[in-house]
């Protein structure tokens, strides 16, 4: 929310993305591919390609992919050692979900 989101938005990328009306398309389309780059057998087809590129030019969809799937392998690397946040303990909310 730092980034001036509002908590409508935050629930909209959090939820289902085809009744994600509070979210710009080209967000929703990003957020679809961060979703298939974390599946177990990440692909994106020609169809899906389609829709990246009505949105994005071919280097703006490179540096999305990149930054994704950095993003992702650091939350994995995190995971697998049990890295937590300072601070954090089993009590503390995790950010966009209610408590």
Not at 32 to 47: G, I, N, S, Y
Not at 79 to 91: N, S, V, Y
């Amino acid at each position: 929310m730092r980034n001036g989101l509002t908590g409508a938005e935050v629930d909209a990328a959090l939820g289902d993305l085809d009744a994600a009306t509070a979210l710009p398309p080209a967000t929703v389309t990003a957020l679809r591919l961060a979703d298939r780059l974390t599946e177990p057998a990440p692909r994106v087809d020609r169809e899906f390609y389609a829709e990246l590129r009505r949105h994005f030019d071919e280097g703006q969809i490179l540096a999305l992919g990149a930054a994704l799937s950095v993003a992702s392998g650091w939350q994995r690397f995190i995971e697998a050692f049990g890295i937590r946040p300072d601070g954090w303990t089993e009590a503390t909310p995790v950010p966009g979900r209610p408590t």
